[in-house]
């Protein structure tokens, strides 16, 4: 056991401690978990992914990985683009999160060119330049060592592939800021005990969102996990924000 501690959304907790208790949360609001998305971003969360599929660059062929995949939205999408040629590979840490992706996957007849790992993201278990692109859309902030998450991202990536992290962010102007945080705190874990009978879940989701780089800092570390051409571009006004980064 080590003495090192990381951040928990406010608490403090051993580093050893926190992929265990992110999962309780993933475990709990598995089933709801798109209702949940629908709570902390007042349902645009579809545009955030469809702004980030657009600017993946995804083409027929290309072997993706989606990891933090969840129920699967960005999978389903990147399936029909990569069409009987390419391989899209769903990854999640949480086997709670992973079986209603496959469910939902199976539901939707997505089968043949769709693969599950139950998979970190700090310690991909893929060959050295395995994918054309890689997404993270609403994961990393749940990963307690980013850096690290980003140097196996980049390792497994192909030369020129492309990495895409899609988070909450930090809002440009402070009266949004303001609004938003009234939001998380006061409404969003009411809204959590409301639809879903966890307050606490939704209260661990806005404070791991507070706890997050903001644009400028995560872009710095992109830079410095060897990522070349890395940008970041705003939505609903920093609100969310996509980053890309592509591997030399």
Same mark, same amino acid.
């Given at each position: 056991?080590?003495?090192?501690?990381?951040?928990?959304?406010?608490?403090?907790?051993?580093?050893?401690?926190?992929?265990?208790?992110?999962?309780?949360?993933?475990?709990?609001?598995?089933?709801?978990?798109?209702?949940?998305?629908?709570?902390?971003?007042?349902?645009?969360?579809?545009?955030?992914?469809?702004?980030?599929?657009?600017?993946?660059?995804?083409?027929?062929?290309?072997?993706?990985?989606?990891?933090?995949?969840?129920?699967?939205?960005?999978?389903?999408?990147?399936?029909?683009?990569?069409?009987?040629?390419?391989?899209?590979?769903?990854?999640?840490?949480?086997?709670?999160?992973? %079986?209603?992706?496959? /469910?939902?996957? #199976?539901?939707? @007849?997505?089968?043949? &060119?769709?693969? =599950?790992?139950?998979? $970190?993201?700090?310690?991909?278990?893929?060959?050295?330049?395995?994918?054309?692109?890689?997404?993270?859309?609403?994961?990393?902030?749940?990963?307690?060592?980013?850096?690290?998450?980003?140097?196996?991202?980049?390792?497994?990536?192909?030369?020129?592939?492309?990495?895409?992290?899609?988070?909450?962010?930090?809002?440009?102007?402070?009266?949004?800021?303001?609004?938003?945080?009234?939001?998380?705190?006061?409404?969003?874990?009411?809204?959590?005990?409301?639809?879903?009978?966890?307050?606490?879940?939704?209260?661990?989701?806005?404070?791991?969102? %507070?706890?997050?780089? /903001?644009?400028? #800092?995560?872009? @710095?570390?992109?830079? &410095?996990?060897? =990522?070349?051409?890395? $940008?970041?571009?705003?939505?609903?006004?920093?609100?969310?924000?996509?980053?890309?980064?592509?591997?030399?």
């Amino acid at each position: 056991m080590s003495d090192k501690t990381t951040h928990f959304g406010y608490k403090t907790v051993k580093v050893e401690e926190k992929a265990g208790k992110v999962a309780e949360v993933f475990h709990s609001v598995a089933g709801k978990y798109d209702l949940m998305n629908d709570l902390m971003s007042g349902g645009v969360h579809r545009l955030w992914k469809r702004m980030t599929i657009e600017m993946s660059g995804v083409r027929r062929g290309d072997t993706v990985l989606d990891i933090a995949g969840g129920t699967g939205d960005l999978t389903a999408k990147f399936s029909r683009i990569v069409g009987p040629e390419g391989t899209v590979v769903l990854a999640d840490i949480n086997d709670s999160m992973l %079986r209603v992706g496959r /469910d939902r996957l #199976t539901d939707l @007849g997505i089968v043949n &060119n769709v693969k =599950f790992s139950q998979a $970190d993201a700090q310690y991909l278990p893929f060959p050295d330049n395995s994918f054309d692109v890689i997404t993270i859309a609403f994961g990393l902030r749940n990963v307690t060592d980013k850096d690290l998450a980003l140097r196996s991202m980049l390792r497994v990536l192909k030369p020129g592939g492309r990495l895409l992290v899609l988070e909450f962010s930090s809002p440009a102007n402070p009266l949004l800021s303001k609004i938003y945080d009234t939001y998380s705190f006061s409404i969003l874990p009411k809204l959590g005990k409301l639809f879903a009978s966890d307050a606490d879940s939704y209260q661990y989701l806005a404070e791991s969102i %507070r706890m997050h780089p /903001d644009q400028e #800092t995560l872009q @710095g570390m992109m830079d &410095n996990a060897g =990522f070349a051409n890395t $940008d970041f571009h705003n939505m609903t006004g920093g609100v969310v924000a996509l980053h890309r980064g592509v591997k030399p």
